[in-house]
């Protein structure tokens, strides 16, 4: 039997690459070969690699199988995303998260991959898996807005206190997008969400002033620097926002979060002044009793001494 020519391996190495190529442009503009949206009804396209669907990472081919027919190779990857996009549809987060691992396992340089997994994962309440998908992803290079944004919302989803290396992923993340003026908003929004979950004034006094430079009107603006008015306790500078924020067409539920924190804190501050108030009314009420008992033992004392001076005359 003949050998294939070394010429021969180059044509299906590059095949199998743009078979990866065209999977990974897939996976950012949708599927390029119309396919029927009902998950029961899909219909694969690669015959030669048909996928376990219990265990898709199990069906990945070989290299040497896929470099031999790069086209159905391409194929098994397109059907990876088909599957994966009509579980996400239907709600079933965790095997669209399978999909998209067999994916990321097939073609481990395709930035989306790890996009796509790390978004599945976060939708099927999996965030430790989420965060070793995004930060895959961020590392790889060419990684979106969104999947930055994604990392951080990830890390501050951590219940109770950041330890110090995540605020430094936190920050890294900041400062890589505000090298870029199209991001610049992005990475102020990220650190005054870091200021808010780590309930720290300088961060938010920080993002706030660049906000305010920048985009001023944004409703997000308003909302972080309310934020920072009731950090600091200041309600009439809080309800002022209030009505910016509104003035610019914030409303629902956000609004009407802000609105009752707000009472809450004029309710909390008023609740201070009364108990200043009934402590002062207190403390001159015992003050008071003090002066009456003085000046009580003063006449006490008088009058013990005029009755030793009378009874030391007789």
Same mark, same amino acid.
């Given at each position: 039997?003949?050998?294939?020519?070394?010429?021969?391996?180059?044509?299906?190495?590059?095949?199998?690459?743009?078979?990866?190529?065209?999977?990974?442009?897939?996976?950012?503009?949708?599927?390029?070969?119309?396919?029927?949206?009902?998950?029961?009804?899909?219909?694969?396209?690669?015959?030669?690699?048909?996928?376990?669907?219990?265990?898709?990472?199990?069906?990945?081919?070989?290299?040497?199988?896929?470099?031999?027919?790069?086209?159905?190779?391409?194929?098994?990857?397109?059907?990876?995303?088909?599957?994966?996009?009509?579980?996400?549809?239907?709600?079933?987060?965790?095997?669209?998260? !399978?999909?998209?691992?067999?994916?990321?396992?097939?073609?481990?340089?395709?930035?989306?991959?790890?996009? +796509?997994?790390?978004?599945?994962?976060?939708?099927?309440?999996?965030?430790?898996?989420?965060?070793?998908?995004?930060?895959?992803?961020?590392?790889?290079?060419?990684?979106?807005?969104?999947?930055?944004?994604?990392?951080?919302?990830?890390?501050?989803?951590?219940?109770?206190?950041?330890?110090?290396?995540?605020?430094?992923?936190?920050?890294?993340?900041?400062?890589?997008? +505000?090298?870029?003026?199209?991001?610049?908003?992005?990475?102020?929004?990220?650190?005054?969400?870091?200021?808010?979950?780590?309930?720290?004034?300088?961060?938010?006094?920080?993002?706030?002033?660049?906000?305010?430079?920048?985009?001023?009107?944004?409703?997000?603006?308003?909302?972080?620097?309310?934020?920072?008015?009731? +950090?600091?306790?200041?309600?009439?500078?809080?309800?002022?926002?209030?009505?910016?924020? !509104?003035?610019?067409?914030?409303?629902?539920?956000?609004?009407?979060?802000?609105?009752?924190?707000?009472?809450?804190?004029?309710?909390?501050?008023?609740?201070?002044?009364?108990?200043? !108030?009934?402590?002062?009314?207190?403390?001159?009420?015992?003050?008071?009793?003090?002066?009456?008992?003085?000046?009580?033992?003063?006449?006490? +004392?008088?009058?013990?001494?005029?009755?030793?001076?009378?009874?030391?005359?007789?």
């Amino acid at each position: 039997m003949m050998r294939d020519s070394p010429r021969s391996d180059v044509k299906r190495g590059r095949a199998a690459a743009r078979a990866c190529g065209l999977a990974a442009l897939m996976l950012c503009g949708g599927a390029v070969i119309a396919r029927t949206t009902d998950a029961a009804g899909l219909t694969p396209l690669a015959s030669a690699f048909p996928i376990d669907h219990a265990n898709p990472e199990a069906s990945i081919p070989s290299v040497t199988a896929r470099n031999a027919k790069p086209l159905e190779f391409g194929y098994f990857l397109q059907d990876l995303v088909t599957f994966a996009e009509a579980a996400g549809r239907a709600g079933d987060h965790v095997s669209e998260a !399978r999909y998209y691992r067999a994916f990321t396992a097939a073609v481990p340089d395709a930035v989306a991959g790890f996009s +796509r997994l790390c978004q599945s994962l976060e939708s099927a309440r999996q965030r430790d898996d989420a965060l070793v998908a995004c930060r895959k992803a961020l590392g790889l290079g060419g990684a979106t807005l969104e999947d930055h944004v994604r990392f951080v919302h990830l890390v501050l989803a951590k219940p109770g206190p950041l330890g110090p290396g995540e605020q430094d992923d936190v920050n890294a993340v900041i400062a890589h997008l +505000r090298q870029s003026p199209d991001t610049r908003v992005a990475a102020s929004h990220l650190q005054c969400e870091l200021g808010v979950h780590l309930e720290s004034i300088p961060l938010l006094a920080e993002c706030t002033a660049t906000l305010a430079a920048i985009a001023p009107a944004d409703p997000k603006t308003l909302t972080f620097e309310w934020a920072l008015a009731v +950090r600091q306790g200041d309600s009439a500078r809080a309800r002022a926002l209030i009505g910016r924020a !509104r003035a610019v067409g914030l409303k629902g539920e956000s609004l009407a979060r802000m609105e009752r924190a707000t009472d809450a804190l004029e309710g909390a501050w008023r609740h201070r002044l009364v108990d200043g !108030r009934a402590l002062l009314a207190t403390a001159l009420i015992a003050l008071l009793f003090v002066c009456l008992g003085a000046v009580y033992a003063r006449r006490r +004392r008088s009058a013990a001494a005029k009755l030793a001076v009378e009874l030391g005359s007789r």
